[in-house]
């Protein structure tokens, strides 16, 4: 199986890139943020392979990141997500937006994708809660809440629990890491006060 291709860029398609690995053009389909992410034709490249194979067909998926990768092979374990699918979430939101959708529980991030409707992504946010892969040794989940803390689209209580640990001495990527976790298994509704207490008790463990 490939697992990456290294070598120059041949040219793009509206949903694809031909990498030029000595000679040989493979073609792989990328979401919209990875084709962003690729240098110009002709300069070298790296791209993160997932190769998927049917009774008809045999293709390539590119990735500019193995989170991105990660988030592909997650979301295709959904019932409803398909490659396309996957891959117009992924033009969508970025892998710390998507922790951060699941984290919290938002629907509507995820409903922002092409071909994501109401009950498909209340099913994503649903079956992937608790799945968030990790990205190195920091999860995803806690980069995720930290976005959406700087972005201020994180949910009140949740942004509240953060701003009040923090107060209390802790830094700040402590502070989200274990509300993230909190998160994660009582959902994005735990009132503030349970939040901070819990997330104290995180902390001291």
Not at 108 to 124: C, F, H
Not at 154 to 162: F, K, L, P, R, Y
Not at 180 to 190: L, Q, S
């Amino acid at each position: 199986m490939i697992g990456k291709l290294k070598g120059l860029v041949d040219s793009f398609g509206e949903d694809v890139v031909l990498i030029d690995c000595g000679g040989v053009c493979y073609e792989a389909f990328c979401s919209a943020r990875t084709l962003q992410a690729l240098p110009r034709v002709g300069e070298a490249a790296v791209v993160f392979i997932e190769t998927v194979v049917r009774e008809d067909m045999i293709r390539l998926y590119g990735f500019a990141t193995e989170a991105e990768k990660a988030w592909f092979n997650l979301l295709m374990t959904v019932q409803g997500v398909g490659a396309r699918v996957a891959l117009s979430i992924l033009s969508a939101l970025s892998p710390s937006e998507l922790s951060s959708a699941v984290a919290l529980q938002d629907k509507a991030m995820i409903g922002r994708a092409n071909g994501v409707g109401p009950k498909l992504a209340l099913r994503l946010v649903t079956e992937l809660k608790g799945k968030v892969p990790a990205i190195g040794s920091i999860d995803a989940g806690t980069l995720g809440l930290q976005a959406a803390l700087g972005e201020g689209v994180a949910s009140g209580n949740v942004a509240d629990a953060v701003s009040a640990l923090v107060n209390l001495g802790y830094q700040n990527a402590q502070a989200s890491a274990a509300v993230a976790r909190i998160v994660a298994r009582e959902g994005d509704g735990t009132p503030t006060e349970k939040l901070i207490r819990l997330g104290l008790r995180e902390l001291s463990a």
